[in-house]
């Protein structure tokens, strides 16, 4: 589950980066809810994680809150949210 959840991160920050290119900001309204459903996977796996072995839901947590950020901070920029 942790690793499903750092694999969906890296495909938001990816998506993020790719909706930050003029013409494409649109593509965060896809964006943003796919990372939040990233993010809930992750914490899940991360739940479920003995102490030791937390690193990557912690990471899949980090790319997707990342990527939520970065998607809300381009659609404010771009007027998409007033």
């Known amino acids: 589950m942790q690793l499903l959840g750092l ?3 890296i495909a938001a920050v990816i998506g993020a980066v790719v909706a930050f290119f003029p013409c494409l900001g649109s593509f ?3 964006n943003i809810p796919f ?3 990233g993010l809930v996977i992750s914490v899940i796996g991360l739940s479920k994680a ?3 072995n937390r690193g990557t ?3 899949g947590v980090a790319c997707c ?3 939520i950020v970065i998607g809300i901070i381009r659609l404010i920029m771009g007027a998409g949210i007033l």
């Open 35 to 37: 990372s939040i459903l």
């Open 7 to 9: 694999v969906w991160g």
């Open 65 to 67: 809150s990342i990527a």
């Open 57 to 59: 839901g912690i990471a």
């Open 28 to 30: 965060n309204w896809l």
């Open 50 to 52: 003995s102490p030791e």
